[in-house]
């Protein structure tokens, strides 16, 4: 999926503010923050969505799960974060490369809003 525009990004052919990096994973600040901190991790393997995951990358997945929380406290979040996974149209996924969003700092509302 050369095309991609995660997979561009993680690739260095468009800039981004690179968090971390690794052969695997990439991470980088969201160019429209919705906290202080907020940044995303993806794998390099390209993904269109959660979706998408197979028993395959499980390894891959788990090693993103347990980086997730070490990158968290790298950018400051001592206190805590939310974790988002956007997940086709109907999850409000906009950006068709698996992501993690990494969100903390300031006041974090509730995840869903209730009537
Ligand atoms: P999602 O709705 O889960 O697919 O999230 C996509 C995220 O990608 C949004 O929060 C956007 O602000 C972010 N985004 C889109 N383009 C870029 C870019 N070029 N660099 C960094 N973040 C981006
Ligand atoms: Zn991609």
């Not at 919705?34 to 390894?59: C, G, R, T, W």
């Not at 974060?81 to 993690?100: A, D, S, Y």
């Amino acid at each position: 999926m050369s095309d991609c525009l995660f997979c561009k990004i993680s690739r260095g052919e468009i800039p981004s503010r690179k968090v971390y990096e690794d052969d695997e994973v990439y991470a980088f600040h969201d160019i429209n923050p919705v906290a202080p901190v907020h940044f995303m991790l993806i794998p390099k393997l390209h993904l269109d969505s959660l979706a998408q995951a197979e028993q395959q990358h499980a390894a891959l997945l788990g090693k993103m799960m347990t980086l997730a929380p070490r990158l968290a406290l790298e950018q400051g979040l001592s206190n805590g974060f939310r974790t988002v996974i956007n997940t086709g149209k109907g999850g409000g996924q906009e950006v068709f490369h698996l992501h993690i969003h990494i969100i903390g700092g300031g006041n974090i509302p509730p995840m869903v809003k209730r009537d």
